[in-house]
């Protein structure tokens, strides 16, 4: 029941925002604003349509995500029987332990000799097969200049601006992306890559240092980790406009003290402001396991105008 109701919920967000934006909303705002008749039947026809598209839309995303579930529940039956193969293989020890004692007889009486017994051998373990070492294939797919909307109403998540959504313009600012996607590879099995940050090193043209953040920031994310399953896209935010001005956006991590809970680390987000007009961008991308990987340098356009 409550799935159920929670399926509602969305299809009717959805719904609100189709029939409150859009361009053709907008163009029929505009059109009756200026005098003309719009009949009645046109907006219940949009209604209809509205609930349509937005059931379509939720079922849309419901059947990504469990394509994403069985991907992985896939991946997994494959590991499990690898692994099996490899114990079955594994050398197996067998140790006879016998008792060579033998009797002869003599002029006066048994005479017992006794052969000396093998070593009686102590069963090892199935050997555990080596660690594999995890494959990634994380490659960059796309860059571009972008409207991304800061957090809101209490939601500490930066996300890119959807046409047919209002927004506030105070909430909506220019951004540099960059997109990454752990690729899938006929040839190879790619692993998942878990909690994975982005160290971003600003340099001028000629290669002087401006500033290095050790964590960017991803955009539909609270934090400054992010994972990267197999064949999933991510967005970094390489620079974000702020009334004008060019600033970098990343999460940094701080200790507090408090009266009730003592020490703790805290992660806030941090803005700095980047002065030259000719910079690039060098990213590397690394796990708390000391996987990393440099993606490269990548020119920002800061000339371009609001």
């Not at 005098?35 to 379509?56: D, E, N, R, S």
């Amino acid at each position: 029941m409550a799935t159920f109701i929670e399926y509602c919920k969305e299809v009717l967000n959805r719904w609100a925002a189709l029939v409150t934006g859009g361009v053709f909303i907008a163009g029929l705002s505009i059109y009756q604003g200026t005098g003309h008749l719009v009949a009645h039947w046109v907006y219940w026809v949009i209604a209809v349509v509205a609930i349509f598209l937005a059931t379509y839309k939720v079922w849309l995303g419901a059947k990504s995500q469990i394509s994403a579930i069985n991907s992985e529940l896939l991946y997994t039956k494959l590991q499990a029987q690898e692994l099996t193969e490899q114990l079955d293989k594994a050398p197996k020890d067998s140790s006879t332990n016998a008792n060579a004692n033998r009797i002869t007889s003599t002029g006066i009486g048994n005479v017992y000799v006794g052969y000396p017994q093998p070593p009686v051998s102590t069963p090892r373990p199935p050997t555990a097969p080596p660690q594999k070492k995890p494959t990634y294939n994380v490659n960059e797919v796309g860059r571009r200049v972008r409207k991304i909307t800061e957090p809101y109403s209490g939601a500490d998540v930066y996300e890119e601006a959807l046409l047919d959504k209002p927004y506030s313009p105070s909430y909506v600012h220019d951004a540099v992306l960059v997109d990454f996607r752990n690729q899938l590879d006929p040839d190879r099995n790619i692993d998942n890559w878990e909690h994975v940050s982005a160290s971003i090193r600003y340099e001028t043209s000629v290669g002087k240092e401006v500033l290095n953040i050790s964590a960017g920031m991803w955009l539909k994310t609270r934090s400054g980790e992010i994972d990267f399953n197999r064949g999933q896209n991510n967005t970094l935010v390489l620079a974000m406009r702020l009334k004008g001005e060019w600033f970098t956006i990343g999460k940094e991590s701080r200790t507090i003290t408090t009266a009730w809970e003592g020490r703790s680390s805290v992660t806030e987000t941090s803005l700095h402001k980047l002065d030259a007009d000719e910079l690039f961008a060098e990213v590397i991308l690394h796990d708390h396991k000391g996987h990393t990987v440099n993606m490269g340098k990548f020119p920002l356009p800061l000339s371009v105008k609001e």
